[in-house]
């Protein structure tokens, strides 16, 4: 038996199981619960050469890579908060036994849904249970406790109880198997909670110092919605409170405001300092130094060859306690390494998982991504209600795995059930890779879903391969190639002009969220020794937060992993328990992850972090994080970039009169220098009209007068602009929005050089690219041969190639262009990477050919005739 921390929601009773007896009184009571099975089935694998259980009565399945796939029942319980689980006592019926020929199929290996790892499934039997004579599992039953929220938002410790009713002897080719199971849970409920009887504050929003002026627009827009916003500084949290590190001191925090407050959000806001450089830890538990707001990383790492050797985790910031009220440390074993998961002796420490308080962050790098954020957060919810495009969803997917036998075509299997089941209620636009042939229109490429994000849409999904700053699919059963020019980078967002209509996105692929990485680190980590994922693309910032960050477009919030994400192959069996047997990669792993935050919003919450808090509890429900790896992972990893206090759909605004900048409640980009034009918009409001417009954030509206207006700004960087408008019968009304000033980037001259070249001989090629008088203070620049090679990202104008065989080519070159300022970190950092250049074409002809028999023939004469070669000449007259 193992006791260990975990957190359920709710008491599922179905008929096989009934309730044995309640005790209610002092001390120790008791729940008892019984549960009968029958009719056995042994059949074939779809897995060659294995077979596969079923039992009546245990519609679960035990699923961990390498392990025999066993039937299983799950029962879930709720408990005042804080209850202790003294003992469960077992009583089992009658034990059968059965003979089997073939072994029992193993759990196939994850798949990863990374760019760089187009996984086939693997079948592994570990040798350590399948050359055993033990039965496996070691017991009949088990159970996993834990604390957290109910579906109310109520303080609450969960238990789940999970039997095994037919155990496996793979050494002996046996099963052994039970007709029925009682157990009894004998429980302790505390006298008391920590938690005040009523809550003072919703929202905490956790800041550095320098981002506090800029939130404060937030925190009072808030605060008007009925939002009781409090905002909190590290400064002040590290001198009230100690902890091991900085993160935990924020923990602490987060505890002792529970406890004071029982708030039910908390933003923390601050990401690394710099999009160009810094170090994206500072040790195997943190990242403090270069960044604004810490992280916690987990010491969860896989085995083989492909590995996180650590990740970022905000689940370490919710999980504030264990199942009996205990603060929910991480390091159960107090060795000082935090969510350590190794094969090791004492290498596993025991986490609750289950979330206390829903905790989101902005990942910004300075003040102008808070204004950016701020803006588009006010904005939304204060003008979204009632929109059209809020009841569409986008739904992007293709093959993501080779799983011959079920060929299952997961990204699209995933999305289909989420419409299917949860977003009824949405119109649906797929984008799917299956379309080719039928409807190339709407397959995956880059430019089919910038066009359908500009339509606009309430959510917004992905399911196939990413790394930070990429997401792309294959076309089914194309397994050697991605969809050519599909996907969709970071560097196509600025194409991404959705202006208000922003979806809540959610993405399913390895490292979208990864939000330490820089420019700098990613583009010298060719070989991933830093664990940057991108191969020595330039990452200034990942795929999700760009996403959310976006000027004029993008998301809203943005949900997605910030390590490798793990997707389940095949089918085999219901894994998820819920008595329908479906496709694997939607019962298990990140699939069945994202179908539950679906599901979240299908019941009906509507509030960003709730949703988050729920899909963990959900995944929780069924796959206990503390028995198997990539169940703890996966819950660990989700990271919602975004208000967790954000209310989906915006507020209802009622019918009065309106004012608005057209297009720009996302914020409008514009260019130092150059003068920005801005047009208001007004509705149910009595004519005529009086404009007044506010450009330098003074707060006086005597800048600008009249319907349209323009401002001139001479610094890159983001600005407020407000407007005032008065109506006929002395209605007002403001609309605020940004302005992010940044200096364009033309592409680079046309390569010079030789034109003209010989085979193997090395030619120099150079290039050059506006810098703005020197605002572009550091230039990189690519060169393309035109051969299928490219160079690395250099520092110089100048490179070297040289050609092997004939032919046409041609040399084009693009820049990557970054502003930065070491010394200031309030410098407004930026960069851009040009379009390639137009090419310069060359070409090498063909090398002049000789009669190689004649000179052959001639060769041998003249060495058997030396003197015969003056003769030959004097004769000729040479």
């Not at 919605?225 to 590290?238: A, E, P, R």
């Not at 799917?432 to 994000?453: D, G, M």
């Not at 020019?485 to 990864?514: R, T, W």
């Not at 191969?535 to 996403?547: K, L, T, Y």
């Amino acid at each position: 038996m193992k006791k260990l921390s975990y957190f359920i929601v709710g008491l599922l009773i179905v008929s096989s199981f009934a309730i044995i007896g309640i005790n209610v009184g002092a001390g120790e009571e008791t729940e008892g619960i019984s549960v009968s099975f029958s009719n056995i089935v042994v059949k074939d694998s779809s897995a060659e050469d294995y077979i596969e259980i079923e039992y009546g009565g245990a519609q679960g399945c035990l699923y961990k890579a390498n392990t025999p796939i066993l039937p299983m029942y799950t029962e879930k319980f709720t408990f005042p908060f804080g209850t202790e689980i003294n003992s469960i006592d077992c009583t089992i019926g009658n034990i059968n036994t059965m003979a089997v020929t073939k072994k029992v199929v193993p759990a196939p290996i994850p798949v990863f849904p990374s760019i760089e790892d187009s996984n086939e499934v693997e079948y592994i039997m570990e040798s350590s249970i399948y050359n055993s004579n033990e039965l496996y599992p070691n017991a009949w039953f088990d159970y996993f406790t834990g604390g957290g929220l109910d579906e109310n938002g109520n303080h609450v410790t969960f238990l789940t109880v999970r039997a095994f009713p037919v155990r496996y002897s793979p050494g002996l080719d046996n099963l052994e198997y039970i007709d029925s199971i009682d157990l009894t849970v004998n429980y302790v409920i505390p006298e008391s909670d920590p938690f005040p009887s009523m809550s003072t504050y919703d929202l905490v929003i956790i800041t550095p110092n320098k981002f506090s002026s800029d939130l404060q627009k937030l925190v009072n827009h808030k605060n008007e919605m009925g939002v009781n916003t409090m905002l909190k500084t590290l400064d002040d949290i590290y001198s009230e409170y100690t902890g091991f590190d900085k993160p935990e001191q924020i923990k602490y925090f987060i505890k002792d405001a529970l406890e004071t407050y029982d708030m039910k959000y908390v933003l923390l806001v601050g990401g690394m300092k710099s999009l160009i450089f810094g170090n994206a830890r500072d040790n195997e538990n943190e990242g403090t130094i270069d960044w604004h707001l810490p992280v916690r990383y987990t010491n969860n790492r896989e085995t083989g060859s492909t590995y996180d050797p650590g990740f970022i985790s905000d689940l370490y910031y919710a999980d504030i306690y264990d199942s009996e009220g205990n603060f929910s440390s991480w390091d159960s074993n107090g060795d000082g390494i935090y969510a350590k998961w190794s094969s090791t002796p004492g290498g596993k420490d025991v986490i609750d998982f289950y979330p206390d308080v829903a905790v989101n962050r902005l990942a910004c790098r300075n003040n102008f991504e808070v204004k950016i954020m701020v803006n588009k957060i006010i904005n939304y919810e204060t003008g979204a209600y009632g929109s059209d495009w809020l009841d569409k969803i986008i739904l992007i997917g293709g093959d993501s795995f080779d799983d011959a036998g079920t060929n299952y075509v997961e990204g699209e299997v995933v999305s289909e059930k989420i419409m299917d089941e949860y977003m009824t209620e949405y119109t649906p636009v797929k984008l799917y890779a299956s379309y080719k042939t039928s409807n190339p229109n709407y397959v995956p490429t880059t430019k089919a879903i910038k066009r359908e994000i500009n339509k606009g849409a309430g959510h917004l999904f992905f399911d196939g391969h990413a790394n930070p700053t990429s997401w792309i699919t294959h076309y089914p059963g194309e397994f050697d190639g991605w969809i050519p020019n599909g996907g969709i980078k970071i560097y196509d967002f600025p194409g991404m002009l959705n202006f208000k209509k922003l979806p809540i996105c959610a993405v399913e692929g390895c490292h979208n969220s990864q939000f330490n990485v820089t420019l700098l680190a990613s583009m010298r980590d060719k070989h991933n020794e830093e664990h940057m994922w991108t191969h020595g693309s330039p990452a200034p910032e990942c795929w999700s937060w760009h996403m959310a960050r976006k000027i004029g477009g993008g998301s809203i919030a943005t949900q997605g992993n910030t390590g490798l994400g793990y997707g389940a192959v095949g089918e085999h069996g219901d894994l998820d328990g819920d008595g329908i047997t479906e496709p694997d990669c939607t019962e298990a792993l990140g699939g069945y992850y994202f179908l539950m935050f679906y599901e979240s919003i299908d019941e009906g919450y509507d509030i960003l972090g709730d949703i988050w808090a729920m899909t963990e509890t959900k995944y929780c429900d069924t796959f206990p994080g503390m028995d198997y790896q990539a169940d703890a992972k996966t819950l660990e990893q989700q990271a919602m970039l975004g208000d967790p206090s954000l209310k989906i759909g915006g507020y209802p605004s009622g019918s009065g009169f309106k004012a608005e900048i057209s297009e720009a409640a996302a914020g409008v980009l514009g260019a130092p220098g150059e003068e920005v034009i801005f047009e208001a918009i007004t509705s149910n409001g009595q004519a005529p009209f009086t404009y007044a417009w506010d450009f330098d954030d003074d707060g006086i509206y005597d800048d600008a007068t009249g319907q349209v207006a323009s401002w001139t700004w001479n610094l890159p960087g983001v600005n407020w602009v407000s407007l005032k408008v008065t109506d006929n019968n002395g209605e007002v009304d403001i609309f605020d929005t940004i302005v992010g000033l940044e200096f364009g980037a033309t592409k680079p001259q046309k390569p010079s050089g030789e034109t003209k070249i010989k085979e193997g001989v090395t030619y120099s090629y150079t290039t050059s690219v506006n810098s703005q008088s020197g605002y572009w203070n550091n230039i990189y620049y690519k060169f393309s041969w035109g051969d299928g090679t490219e160079t690395e990202w250099l520092t110089t104008p100048t490179a070297s190639h040289s050609w092997n065989q004939k032919g046409h080519y041609a040399i084009k070159v693009k820049a990557l262009l970054t502003h930065e300022n070491s010394k200031d970190e309030d410098d407004y950092e930026d960069f851009k990477e040009t379009d390639w250049s137009d090419p310069l074409s060359i070409s090498l002809p063909r090398s002049r050919q000789y009669n190689r028999p004649l000179l052959q023939l001639f060769e041998n004469f003249f060495a058997k005739f030396p003197n015969a070669f003056p003769l030959l000449q004097y004769l000729l007259g040479l």
